[in-house]
Each structure stands twice: as C-alpha cells, then as structure tokens.
C-alpha cells in the first residue's frame, strides 16, 4: 500500500492527499497548500503543520516518511499570530482572512478556546456567537428579519449543557445581533475581522502554546510548563510556572532579546537569550522539542530577522535555497527599489533578485542603469518557473535550469548588464516581519549622547606608570603599564595606549577618530575601555590584562590547555564579533596576537578582544584579508565579511595553538599561493565541526560567508553538544530531609535522586509557587552559570540568593529553642524591618547619574553611579543595587529593603557602607563603590602571579574579613553568604564583606530556616546543610572555606568526586578540603579547627584574629 499525507483545512476546502515514493517535505506541503487556498507568498510562513491526534507541531524541515505506507492525517494552520489582525490584513490578502477566521471559529466551536468555557467568560463568547450569525447572514444575503438559524449551531458542545443560553441568554443574543448588524457595514470581510480582534481581547493567550517541560534545579527535578505569546499583556515572550501551581507566571524573556537556540541529544534545549544566562528545558521526546525550537524560530524569523534560523539543526529549506541564490523573499518592488538606491552607488549592473509578493514560482530582477541622460533608473525583468523547474525571463527566449545561469546567458548573449547581486540581509526591516511589534524598531535605538558609556577624561596627573614594566611598542603606537589614581589610598591598574613620539603629530587625527569609535564599544568579550587622557600626551587608558595575547599564551601553554579552551575562546571572540556588527561597525585587525587573556581557570578560558589600533596591512596579513580585497588591502577595515573572514583565520590559529600560518614561506610564494583560490590546510586533530565554520568564514564568495549571530549560535552548539560535563554546579539546594547527627535521629536519610520520574511531582510542601531560577544545566551541561567565576561584580552580588526555590510569599521561619519560639519572616514582611519614615536615608532618583551595568543575577543587577547631594554637589562614586524591571514584584521589593534596613545599622572599614535606598520610580540600593571587584576575581588574576600577591597580601585579605565577622557577631547578625565572590577588594588591599541579602539578625544564639532557597551548599557548615542550622559558627566554617578559596588564589571548593547532593554524607565521614598547594601549615589547621563537625569546637572570630596575628609573624 501506498502512503500518503492528507491535509485537512478550516476554509471548508476539500482536503489534499499527497503521495511520493519516499518521503515529503513539510514546507513543500504547506506551500502547495497555500497555492491551493490562495494565501500569498507573504503570508505562507505563518502557517505549519500540526496533528490533532497528539496535539504535535511539525518543523519545516520535517520529512513525512511514506514508502512503507505510511498515513498522515495532518491540519494546516496558522501557527504564528501577528500583533495586529488589522495590519496582518492589510499587508497579506482576504483569503488569509478566511482562513484565519475559520480556523478560529473551528477552535471555539470545538471547544479548543477553554477559557470561553470556563467561569465568567462564558457569557462574552456571546459577541462571538452573535458575530458569527451576522456573518452568515450576510453570505446567505438575509436579514435578522428573514433569516432562520438555530443559535445553538453557533456554540461548543460545552455551553450547550449550560441552561443560561436556553433560558436567559436568547433575547440578549437576539438583541446582540439586531445592534451588529447595524454596524457590520454589510461586508462579511469586515465582520470576520472584528471576530478575530474580539476574540483576541477577550482571550489574550489565544493561539499560544503550552510545553510541559522539566528543569532541573541543583539536581532536582520539576515539571513546568512553558508558554509562548509574544504579545501577553504581562508576560510576554516566554513565560513559565511550576505545573499545577497558582502562583505567577515568570517571564524569560521576549522574542527579540533570543539570541540563538541549541538542541541535544538527551531532548535538552539551551534558550540562550539577551537579558540574562542561558536557560535549560528538557523534552519528553524528539519531536516535542522540534515543536517547541520550531515555534520560536518562526516567531524569530518574523519579528526580528527574516533570513535567520536560531537553530542550526533546523534550518528552513525554502530558507536554504534563498541564500543560495542570493535571492530576497516577497519583500516588494518599493523596498527594494530603495536598497537598490541604497547599495548601488549608482553602479551600472547592480541588481537584487526577490520572490513575487503574490505568484508562487515567479521572481524579479531590479537592475540598477544611468542612462544616457545621467540620470538613474531601475529596469524590472521578470522570471518565471515552470512546472519542469526550469526558469525563463518574459519577453526573452530560452529556459534554464537556474537562475545563475539564465542571468548570465542573458548577460553574455543579450547584452544585459547584470554585473553583482546584493543580496539579502539580517538587517533588513521589510513588510516580511509579520510578528513585528510596532515599538520593537525604537525600543533599543539609541543616540550616542543617550548610551551608557562609562568613558571618562582623565586628568594626565591621575597616572602614574610603572617603571619596572617595559612598553610594549607597535608600529605606530606604544602601550605603557600604569596605575590610575582614583583618591590618595585608591588605585588600579591600567593600560595606556599613546602615540610614539614619531607619530604622534603625523597620526594624532587617526588616532583620535580611532578612540572615538571605540570608547562607545561595551561588551564583556571586549577589553574595556576607561577613558582618555587628553594632554601629555593624548593616550586611550584601557583595563590591565596582565596575562598577556593569546598567540603567546597558546605557544606557552599548549601542554595544559584542553580543547575545550579553544572552543570557549573562539566562541568569546565570536561574541565580540557580533556585537561589532550589531553596532555596524568594523574591527580590521581580528588576529590572535590582539586577543589578550581575561582568565584562565580549570572551568573557564576567558578572552577579550582588543581595539585595531591605527590599521596598516602590509603582505603579512594576507592571510587575515579576503580575496576581494587582495588588490587593495585597505579595503579590509572597512568591511564586516572581512572580518568575518579574519575570524577564520583567527580561528585557525587558536585551533593550531597560536602557530603563525606559512610561516616560513616567502610572502611572493604566500600570495601566488591565494591567487590560485588555495586556502590553508586545517589543524591537525581538527574536529569537523570547526573545519566546516572555517570554511564558511572562508568562503570565495564573500556574500555566501556565515554572518557573526550564525558563527555564535554554531560555536555554542559545540560547545553545548560536545563539551557539555565541562561545568560544575556551584549552588544546590538544601535538603529538609536530611538529618543531623547527633541531634536527630541517627539513621541517614535516602539523597533523592538527581533526575527522579517525573510525571506529578510532589509540589504539595511547595504551597506557594516558586520564582523562576538562573537555572543551572542539566547533569552534563555545558556551561553552570551560577558558577562562582562567572558571576562576580563590583558591589553586592545583584542576586540576594533567591532562586527557583523561593516563595512568592514565604511562610515565617519558626525557630525553635529549648526556652521560646522566635519567629523571622525570610522575605522581610514584617513592618519592624521596613521604616520607610527614616527619610535621612533616603535618596532622590534625581541625585543619581547611572554610569553602566557592572553586574547582575537573575532577579537584580548592579549600576556603577555617581552620587551627588541634595545641592547637586559633592559627587561620590557609588555601586546602585536595583530589581531587573521583569522581576518588580513586592516580595523583591522588601527584599531589597531588608538588606538594607541590616546594613544601615553597620559601620565597619571591612564592610561596604550603605548610602541609602532610592523608593521613587524603583527601589534602588545605593553603596559605597569598591573599585578592585571581588575578591576571588582578583585572587584569580594573580594566580599566575603568585610572587606579587605574597603570604603578607593574603594575611591582610583574611585578616581584615576575620575582624568584619567578628564585628557582625557583636551585632547578632549572621551573614550565610560569606565567601570570596561577597568580598570586595578596595585600594592598598583592603577587604570589605558585601552582599548581606542572606543575613539575618538573630535574637538567639541560632536559628532554623525552614524554607527552600538556593544556597551556596559548599560553603555551608555540616548542621546548615542537613538541619538548616545556621549560628555565627556556622559563619566561622563558610570562613574556613573563603581561607581555602583566598591560599588556593581562587580554586573552587569542591571535594574531588563529591557531588553537591552527597556533600552532606562526605562532611560526615570526615572528609574536608585539601590543603591548598604552597599553602603554610599552619593557616591549613586554622581552615580544619573551623570545619570542626561539632560547632562548639570550632573557634570564634575573636580567637581567629588572635591566631592570624601569629601566623602571619610567623609566616612572613
């Protein structure tokens, strides 16, 4: 027996059985569809195919597999809803229209649209009801008067039980008619348009889809479910809740702020998005999760960038054939008359190809031509297919098998001048975006005056430069190592860029014009620029790398880098890459040498881009310089394929471990060598992926070269599907199961498993619903983005340790002592934390200049900012602590009022000082601004530097948070969060503990918290971890745990073959950490007497001072 794929339709058209001898693609599908019903080019990426038995979304790219007989019974629909059923209408035609209105009715009539048919909307689907009689009454040429319909033909199976439509709502249904059909303007068009837009307001979710997924929260377990609406009032985008739950949804993110989408084999997919860590979501099965990354690459297709797949894995087809003709979609003869304008530069012979907006198989061709009366004119030649897929020009004999090849017989043998296609762009902004909000185009744009940029003018006295350090000397410019001196004890280190005394007359213009593009660049992959001194002599002051450019490092280092390194550096530079694009600017010097190193760890490689200083290629970089510019390198810089081409060689010599390429041939050989279209041999031991995007990077055809957010998107896959045990968790979640010994009882609890069977969790002890988390991958991820190296700031943490396992309204945390009961709420509800009558500490909005992000979490992000008075005078640099604007919600909001009700109360030079707290338009917390950054940053950067940050430097860091601990126990404060990631480094070494969003006063000597939160497990004594006990000895054990992090330079405090989950059980064998190497004796048996397993033998801050004192003598 044959197969075959029957698609249904909603128009009351006959269906269409398709047959074939192997398999059928389901976009042809849809499109012969489309011909069929009449809907244009335009509008054909709105629909998709979809099975009603199991309720399936397909792919574009699917193939129905049909050559042992199999059957398809398959429904054609509308799958991505436009912002506007008015402007949908006017930009595609009215038999889409009537198919989206019949398929909206189908849904209602058949009971899809469930909250028409639940509680109190019931009722308003009688507009609809009465819409649709209109409706028919005006097909039917009747009148209400005339026309004889049973009312109860017009609503679900559902309401038809209810008795309300039978005995109260029929004169209301008749007098609904009687007033629309004055109103219906006698066109039935315009009736099924009012349908639509009704049904729209009365059901914001309509034409959503809901996933039910599993996420998994440091090694639990939870099913959700996930919805995607890019236009939901309050949510949207992407949104999410803890199935079955009742809380508030969760926003992820929008539409727009994706970034790209990768899929594994285990059905995990990473969502990786603008405005926050990547996202983690598991499938039930393959083709759930094709469902889920096909819907959001269309609606990322046709909000944002038509031409573009957010996932490699599931590329469009027609999309395929596009790029391969460099042809642009139905975009219209205006828009490309004007990009014609545009990119010809009035250049005989330019030429864009594009599909008809309304005839499938049919193309033109706008050429530009000067005439002889020198003025412009576009000349349009139209091209059809047949049915033999062969294409033929109207008016012009001959068919062939291309496009490509009749344009350039016609060329050759007519004369007709077709000399270069542009083709399609990312960037183009065409009637093709259908999704596309109307304030998406202005939301980001910004002026220059209007950004962010923290650049300042630095006085020329403000550096003072190292004389031990030699300048590094280019071509044109040198870089000096210096200091900038920000007040008398406060001073960091910096690089200076000026000019060489014999350019810096000759190029000072270029200079200048060069400092002026980059001091607007900000991005993490980007060295970052501080500002400018423009005197003695004019210099551009960037941040001090001081492991130096990647080419040497790679040389020096090759024995102790994995792959892995090189995957993540490629995929940091990538980064850099796009967002030059995004900023439509070019870099022209992407070379390993001007890559330098941010950070180098045993879970990380850190990479930033460096500026392209004053650019003059010579022979030398011929490799780095596309084909198309070999006749005139300078051509080069101002190009983004050619840097996209530069990647690729950049590329090729991280994988080749900084090597330089033909090293040793003479550059006569190395240009003959490109002449004859030869381009280098790959690495040895090169992965197959790698050597397939350097080819891309590399393509001839400079048009056909992979663009920066496809580079990204495919590094990441790697990275995400090949690398994916590379991370660690840094977080997990305390288990209320365990059990302390010898408080309790003396049997060890069952350690859930990590992934448990999931189909209804057990959420009941989760009565109010959970925030959603900065989730951490899956067992074997990739990347955990709640790991300690990636998340340090240079304030308070912007995350106060709220999770996924926080409650939106938590219950009060009873703490139970043999005298009394002590009640604390978590969330900080009750009114004797929040004094908001305290006006002296309050902040007006307007004496706050926010200067640029320097950190974030998940829930909040910190601004640097300066603070003046009410006077608008003395200004004072100050870290701004604020609730990212998705996470408003009054829990976050006391939150945030909490901690600073705690550290307004402190007053100690080893803890950061609070300003005050801005309540008017958003709760702000406002800091004292702490230059150097976190502490385990800075350990990090001298680890490879040990003999600049000796014994005397470590014994000072701990020390000095030693006597900022002691001064929070005199205060019966408990911070719970203390480790090298809270502490701040200041000027000559000094410490300051920050990010007080987990302390707790305490009127005890203890307390037990009883709510779930995602908690720093590692750093956490044994009874915090098993009873939720928390003490200032259990302080003095996260202490132990930041000495280890501060003698090891800033390892990561993980037992060896310890999961987090059994952490609880190691602790209780007795194992602990290692002695860090190098480490003195001495302070290893401080770091043991504070991880004593009975908190009573542990020594208190006081006794910790004490012996600090002597060791350091000793030591030092």
């Known amino acids: 027996m044959a197969g075959a794929v029957t698609v249904e339709f909603y128009s009351g058209k006959e269906s269409l059985t398709f047959n ?91 009971g899809r649209i469930t909250e028409l048919c639940q509680g109190q909307l019931r009722e308003s689907a009688l507009g609809l009801v009465a819409t649709d009689i209109i409706r028919v009454m005006l097909e039917k040429q009747e009148t ?19 008795p309300l439509w039978d005995n109260f709502l029929c004169d209301p249904l008749q007098k609904a008619v009687s007033r629309g059909w004055k109103n219906c303007r006698q066109n039935p068009e315009f009736v099924k348009e009012k349908y639509l837009q009704q049904l729209t307001e009365l059901v914001p979710d309509y034409g959503a889809e809901l996933h039910s997924v599993l996420i998994d929260e440091s090694g639990k377990v939870y099913e959700v479910d996930l919805v995607v609406n890019p236009y939901h009032p309050t949510y949207p985008g992407i949104r999410i809740r803890v199935k079955k739950s009742k809380d508030n949804w969760t926003r992820i993110c929008s539409i727009e702020e994706l970034c790209y989408v990768s899929m594994r084999s285990d059905e995990t997919v990473e969502i ?46 027609s999309l395929q054939i596009l790029r391969t003709m460099k042809c642009h979609g139905p975009v219209g003869a205006e828009f490309a008359h004007l990009k014609l304008e545009e990119k010809a530069d009035k250049t005989d012979g330019i030429y864009i190809l594009r599909e008809s907006e309304t005839t499938y198989d049919h193309y033109y061709v706008d050429v530009w031509t000067n005439t002889k009366q020198n003025s412009q004119n576009i000349s349009v030649y139209k091209i059809t297919k047949n049915s033999n897929n062969m294409f033929a020009m109207k008016g012009w004999e001959g068919s062939f098998p291309s496009i490509a090849e009749l344009l350039s017989h016609h060329a050759t043998v007519n004369k007709l001048n077709f000399q270069r296609c542009i083709p399609p762009s990312e960037y183009d902004k065409t009637k093709l975006l259908l999704c596309r909000q109307d304030n998406t185009d202005n939301s980001s744009l910004k002026t220059r005056g209007e950004c962010s940029c923290s650049a300042q003018c630095i006085p020329h006295d403000a550096i003072v430069f190292s004389h031990s350090k030699s300048k590094l000397s280019g071509k044109f410019t040198v870089v000096a190592q210096g200091n900038l001196r920000r007040s008398c004890t406060d001073s960091r280190a910096v690089a200076v860029k000026m000019l060489r005394k014999d350019t810096k007359v000759s190029h000072l213009q270029e200079f200048l014009t060069q400092c002026d593009k980059i001091l607007y660049w900000q991005h993490d992959a980007i060295v970052s620029t501080i500002g400018m001194i423009l005197t003695n002599p004019t210099s551009l002051v960037m941040e001090w790398l001081p492991i130096g450019t990647l080419d040497k490092y790679l040389q020096s280092q090759q024995a102790s880098l994995k792959e892995v390194d090189l995957v993540e550096a490629a995929y940091h530079i990538a980064r850099a890459l796009w967002y030059l694009e995004e900023q439509h600017v070019c870099h022209g010097n992407i070379r390993c040498h001007n890559i330098l190193i941010a950070s180098h760890t045993e879970s990380s490689f850190k990479v930033k881009l460096a500026d392209p200083g004053l650019i003059s290629y010579t022979d030398a970089d011929i490799h780095w310089i596309p084909p198309e510019h070999h006749s005139d390198y300078s051509g080069a810089s101002r190009s983004n394929l050619a840097d996209v081409y530069a990647y690729g060689t950049t590329l090729w010599e991280i994988l080749s471990y900084g090597s330089k390429p033909m090293a040793d041939v003479p550059s006569k050989e190395v240009k003959d060598w490109y002449l004859r279209h030869n381009t280098l041999p790959f690495p040895p031991n090169c992965r197959k992926e790698m050597e397939n995007l350097i080819e891309e990077c590399w393509n001839i055809d400079q048009d056909s070269r992979k663009r920066p957010q496809a580079i990204v998107r495919d590094v990441n896959q790697i990275l995400y599907e090949v690398y994916n045990s590379r991370r660690s968790h840094s977080y997990a979640v305390i288990e209320p199961t365990a059990v302390i010994e010898p408080e309790l009882s003396p049997s060890k609890p069952t350690v859930p498993s990590r992934r448990p069977p999931v189909k209804d969790p057990p959420l009941s002890k989760f009565k109010n619903v959970f925030k959603w988390p900065v989730t951490g991958p899956f067992k074997g991820f990739a990347y955990n983005y709640l790991n300690q190296s990636r998340s340090m700031t240079n304030a308070s943490s912007a995350n106060s340790g709220s999770s996924f396992l926080t409650a939106e309204t938590e219950q009060s945390i009873v703490l139970e002592t043999s005298d009394s009961l002590i009640s604390i709420s978590e969330n900080g509800d009750a009114a004797e934390y929040i004094n908001s009558s305290d006006l002296s500490w309050v902040i007006e909005k307007e004496q706050l200049t926010l200067r640029g992000k320097i950190g974030e979490g998940f829930y909040g992000e910190v601004s640097k900012a300066t603070l003046t008075d009410r006077f608008g005078f003395v200004p004072e640099e100050v870290a701004v602590k604020r609730i990212k604007m998705n996470n408003q919600s009054p829990i976050c909001v006391n939150e945030l009022k909490r901690e600073m009700e705690i550290m307004k109360k402190l007053s100690h030079k080893n803890i950061v000082q609070i300003r005050g707290l801005v309540e008017e338009p958003e709760t702000m917390l406002v800091m004292e601004y702490v230059n150097n950054g976190s502490l385990l940053n800075y350990l990090q950067s001298f680890k490879n530097q040990k003999d600049k940050l000796g014994y005397s430097d470590l014994f000072r860091f701990a020390l000095g948070i030693a006597e900022g601990m002691a001064y929070l126990e005199t205060q019966n404060i408990v911070h719970r969060d203390l480790a090298a990631r809270n502490i701040l480094v200041g000027s000559a070494n000094s410490v300051k503990i920050s990010d007080f969003g987990l302390a707790q006063v305490i009127k005890d000597h203890y307390y037990r918290m009883k709510t779930e939160r995602n908690l720093p497990v590692r750093w956490y004594a044994i009874e915090a971890i098993i009873a939720q006990k928390f003490s200032h000895k259990s302080d003095v054990w996260s202490y132990g745990i930041t000495l280890w992090e501060i003698f090891s330079y800033g390892e990561n405090p993980q037992i060896p073959d310890v999961p987090d989950i059994a952490l609880h059980e190691a602790l209780q064998r007795g194992q602990r950490l290692a002695k860090p190497p190098d480490c003195p004796g001495v302070v290893y048996t401080l770091m043991r007497m504070c991880w004593e397993l009975q908190s009573q033998n542990r020594p208190d801050f006081g006794k910790i001072i004490e012996l600090l004192r002597q060791y350091d003598y000793e030591c030092t």
């Open 144 to 162: 209400p008067e005339t026309m004889k319909l049973n009312s109860r033909n017009f609503i679900p199976p559902v309401l038809k039980k209810n």
């Open 272 to 317: 990786s998005r603008q405005n926050g860590v990547p996202q983690y979501v598991q499938f039930s099965g393959k083709a759930r999760m094709h469902s889920f990354v096909s819907l959001l690459d269309g609606y990322y297709r046709l909000s944002e960038k038509w031409i573009f797949n957010l996932c490699k894995d599931l590329p469009t087809p």
């Open 20 to 110: 074939g001898e192997d398999s059928l693609v389901a976009e042809d599908l849809i499109i012969e569809s489309c011909k069929y019903l009449k809907i244009g080019p335009v509008a054909r990426p709105l629909f998709s195919l979809w099975n009603p038995s199991d309720s399936l979304w397909f792919p574009l790219n699917k193939e129905f597999e049909i050559k042992n007989g199999q059957q398809w019974y398959l429904h054609l629909r509308l799958r991505f809803k436009a912002p506007s059923v008015k402007d949908l209408i006017e930009k595609t035609n009215v038999h889409l229209l009537n198919y989206y209105f019949h398929q909206a009715r189908n849904d209602f009539l058949e």
